[in-house]
């Protein structure tokens, strides 16, 4: 089955519909940029498929199983938030494993999976340090690592890279791509920037005004005449 697939999905608040009637089909192992200006619908979007918002019509399957009556812990997914949404007080390695003690994950098994994540990411020798300490840039890796580590089938990513500069983004997005390939995952990000939907995935899905208009590869919606 494909790893996300969204039947006529629609969300409405009040009169007006933040989502209307998507249906989208994602491969497993894809990476797929939601693109599209601000108040488009894209989070809206992707918080129906982590479960944060639930559809007022339609469905939502994972590994091809409807999960509308599942909160976001029960799904095979992860979030990486805009604001990266740690917790600032408690050191790097205390924010990886939060996801893990949630589950109940014996410690050392934890602490296992903390260094091989530190790696991952790039944090190798921070476990210790405290989140509030961290650069823009590295506590962007602490949240995509505290996502990861749970090793979900789908990773969500809300505009990853929209709180960093211009030089970090590109650096990250490069750093993206890599895990991505590296674990062979399901990544969808959302993103208002054509040129990083371009440069991170695989496939586009182009929404404006709640519709999606176009769901391709790059080269197929960009094609020069
Ligand atoms: P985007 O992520 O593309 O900026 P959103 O999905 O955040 O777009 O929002 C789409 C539309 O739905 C916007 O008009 C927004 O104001 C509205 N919206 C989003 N969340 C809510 C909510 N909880 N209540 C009411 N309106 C909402
Ligand atoms: P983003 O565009 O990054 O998704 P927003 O700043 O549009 O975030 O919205 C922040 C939060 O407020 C989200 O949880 C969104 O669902 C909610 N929200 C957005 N628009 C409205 C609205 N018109 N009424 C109520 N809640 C809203």
Do not use: W
């Not at 940029?33 to 399957?61: H, Q």
């Not at 949404?85 to 390695?93: D, G, K, S």
């Not at 791509?177 to 969808?188: A, P, Q, W, Y």
């Amino acid at each position: 089955p494909n790893a996300v697939e969204l039947r006529a999905v629609s969300k409405v608040y009040g009169a007006s519909a933040a989502v209307r009637d998507v249906s989208m089909e994602i491969a497993r192992g894809a990476f797929v940029t939601i693109l599209g200006p601000s108040g488009c619908g894209k989070s809206t979007l992707l918080r129906m498929i982590s479960g944060f918002v639930t559809p007022s019509s339609g469905d939502v399957l994972i590994d091809g199983v409807s999960v509308l009556g599942a909160a976001p812990y029960e799904r095979d997914t992860a979030m990486v938030f805009q604001d990266y949404a740690l917790f600032p007080h408690r050191t790097v390695a205390q924010n990886l494993a939060f996801g893990l003690r949630m589950r109940r994950i014996a410690k050392d098994e934890i602490a296992r999976r903390v260094e091989a994540m530190l790696e991952l990411v790039n944090l190798r020798g921070f476990g210790d340090r405290r989140v509030s300490q961290m650069s823009g840039g590295q506590a962007q890796r602490v949240a995509l690592g505290r996502a990861l580590i749970v090793r979900p089938a789908v990773l969500l990513l809300d505009e990853p890279l929209g709180a960093l500069d211009l030089k970090l983004r590109k650096q990250m997005q490069a750093e993206l791509k890599t895990i991505h390939r590296d674990l062979g995952l399901t990544f969808v990000a959302v993103t208002h920037d054509q040129e990083e939907a371009l440069t991170l995935s695989d496939r586009i899905a182009v929404m404006n005004g709640g519709a999606l208009e176009q769901f391709d590869t790059p080269e197929n919606l960009y094609r020069r005449p």
